[in-house]
């Protein structure tokens, strides 16, 4: 029997056959005052917080300043702290909400370091669970998102 690497994931078909928006979605998405359209959680003067649409791990949260900066250097004194808020402020949310057992916290600079939007210096929060490496990203090289953005978006909120 040949082994298949499908998995049933139909709420992806309106990324494959949506409009693409060229430019940043960090600009775009803080600017159109829609927060719950673009799932951002928090916002604050300098910075907010939103959930990555494609995450690595359930409650993957990507927190950025407004300003289209790239370069950690580049942060203001405000925006540094206020960065470190909305981290701490996250990941305390989090561990209300879903009760993860650790956190990676992370920043790639530049697209070398693998950052997706490497015009715009974001910060990644990811949940993590004991055992949630398990068989499926080895085996299957697929990785499973047990909760939808909206459900977890609306548990976030509240």
Not at 15 to 27: E, S, V
Request: glycine residues 8%; charged residues 20%.
């Amino acid at each position: 029997m040949k082994k298949s690497n499908n998995l049933w994931a139909p709420w992806r078909i309106g990324y494959i056959q949506g409009q693409k928006t060229p430019g940043c979605i960090f600009c775009q998405k803080h600017k159109q005052k829609q927060d719950s359209r673009n799932y951002i959680i928090q916002r604050k003067e300098h910075v907010f917080s939103m959930l990555n649409l494609y995450p690595y791990n359930n409650g993957h949260v990507l927190i950025a300043p407004y300003r289209h900066i790239a370069r950690l250097e580049k942060l203001t004194k405000n925006e540094q702290g206020q960065i470190w808020e909305l981290l701490s402020e996250t990941t305390e949310r989090l561990q209300k909400t879903i009760k993860p057992q650790g956190f990676n916290i992370g920043v790639n600079v530049g697209k070398v370091a693998g950052a997706g939007f490497a015009g715009h210096l974001h910060f990644h929060v990811v949940p993590r669970w004991n055992a949630d490496t398990n068989f499926m990203p080895i085996l299957a090289g697929t990785k499973i998102i047990s909760q939808s953005l909206d459900a977890l978006y609306h548990l976030l909120r509240t």
